[in-house]
Antibody, heavy 125, light 112 residues
Framework: QVQLVQSGAEVKKPGASVKVSCKAS????????ISWLRQAPGQGLEWMGW????????NYAQKFQGRVTMTTDTSTSTAYMELRNLRSDDTAVYYC??????????????????WGQGTMVRVSS | QSVLTQPPSASGTPGQRVTISCSGS??????????VYWYQQLPGTAPKLLMY???QRPSGVPDRFSGSKSGTSASLAISGLRPEDEADYYC???????????FGGGTQLTVL
């Protein structure tokens, strides 16, 4: 069945970078976009950005512009999210989520349908 | 401070109908031009898409769940409440001014 499997938990020091992977299976990877979202402990959901191989578009939330990079590797059906210059308030569970529908060219109008299991990233000195 | 406001909690007894609201944080926020999406997050799990474009259910979501919107707010209704509906519920819209997705703060639903 369609699924997204994320990399394991990470512990990082302030100022470091983290790169989370999201491996897709059982569908044609470059026909659907993938969003990255996060959830701080006890808090709500926060959208970080979206990437698609369909037309190469990437949308980043303003809050993360300049600090996040989203990439894909179509050969391995894997999406990556790198967050740099980590701070303690970046401690959160990070999720990848696939679009509900194919061939969207921008993040507006997508629905976050298939979710990864989440990756806990803890930032602590 | 999210642009979307949800009640922090809601509750109901099995079999009841409950509604969860989602409203814009400013009077100039117009839901009329925006699609609203709803997500359910069971304790300790990843969120699940419950409703898209106001009232469309993905495959597998029971018709006990329904969505609606008016000019300044949207609502998720759950009829025939079940214990397994106990979860956090989030609304989301695409904010054109920010060019990004924004979420409500979430509503924790308790089934009494």
């Amino acid at each position: 069945q369609v699924q997204l499997v994320q990399s394991g938990a990470e512990v990082k020091k302030p100022g470091a970078s983290v790169k989370v992977s999201c491996k897709a299976s059982a569908y044609i990877f470059d026909t659907y976009g993938i969003s990255w979202l996060r959830q701080a402990p006890g808090q709500g959901l926060e959208w970080m950005g979206w990437i698609t191989d369909y037309n190469g578009n990437i949308n980043y939330a303003q809050k993360f512009q300049g600090r996040v990079t989203m990439t894909t590797d179509t050969s391995t059906s894997t999406a990556y999210m790198e967050l740099r210059n980590l701070r303690s308030d970046d401690t959160a569970v990070y999720y990848c989520a696939r679009d509900l529908e194919k061939y969207y060219g921008s993040a507006s109008g997508v629905a976050f349908h298939i979710w990864g299991q989440g990756t806990m990233v803890r930032v602590s000195s | 401070q999210s642009v979307l406001t949800q009640p922090p909690s809601a509750s109901g007894t099995p079999g009841q109908r409950v509604t969860i609201s989602c409203s814009g944080s400013s009077s100039k926020f117009d839901f009329g031009s925006k699609f609203v999406y709803w997500y359910q997050q069971l304790p300790g799990t990843a969120p699940k898409l419950l409703m898209y474009r106001h009232n469309q259910r993905p495959s597998g979501v029971p018709d006990r769940f329904s969505g609606s919107k008016s000019g300044t707010s949207a609502s998720l209704a759950i009829s025939g409440l079940r214990p397994e509906d106990e979860a956090d519920y989030y609304c989301a819209i695409w904010d054109d001014s920010l060019s990004e997705w924004v979420f409500g703060g979430g509503t924790q639903l308790t089934v009494l």
